[in-house]
């Protein structure tokens, strides 16, 4: 069965960071694009950033210059380094795969990880 377990979520003070990780197990060949969603109290899911399997990025634009995505392929792991946080930055945080395709030869497109929440005080 496959599935995204993402961890690093926490408490920090502005200005301070985080690093998050989200790692794909199961029978897994190889995964196209993974990403990080963002959603806070009130407001609808969105984009942090993405990555593909060939390294590249794209961000929001509330987060460029502070958040850093990379992944390991070999691993399956994505990782999200979150640099200069504010209190806006708050939110629960939701690691993506865009299409896994299995060892099956099976495909599983837009798969979610559980979310870890991220708070940034004041």
């Known amino acids: 069965q496959v599935q995204l377990v993402e961890s690093g979520g926490g408490l920090v003070q502005a200005g301070g960071s985080l690093g998050l990780s989200c790692a794909a197990s199961?029978?897994?060949?190889?995964?196209?694009?993974m990403g990080w969603y963002r959603q806070a109290p009130g407001k609808q899911r969105e984009l942090v950033a993405t990555?593909?399997?060939?390294?590249?990025?794209n961000y929001a634009d509330s987060v460029k210059g502070r958040f850093t995505i990379s992944r390991d392929n070999a691993k399956n792991t994505v990782y999200l380094q979150m640099n200069s946080l504010k209190p806006e930055d708050t939110a629960v945080y939701y690691c993506?795969?865009?299409?896994?395709?299995?060892?099956?030869?099976?495909?599983?497109?837009?798969?979610w990880g559980q979310g870890t929440q991220v708070t940034v005080s004041s």
């Open positions: 993506n795969a865009d299409r896994i395709r299995t060892l099956f030869w099976q495909y599983i497109n837009d798969m």
């Open positions: 199961g029978s897994i060949f190889n995964i196209n694009v």
């Open positions: 990555i593909t399997s060939g390294g590249s990025t």
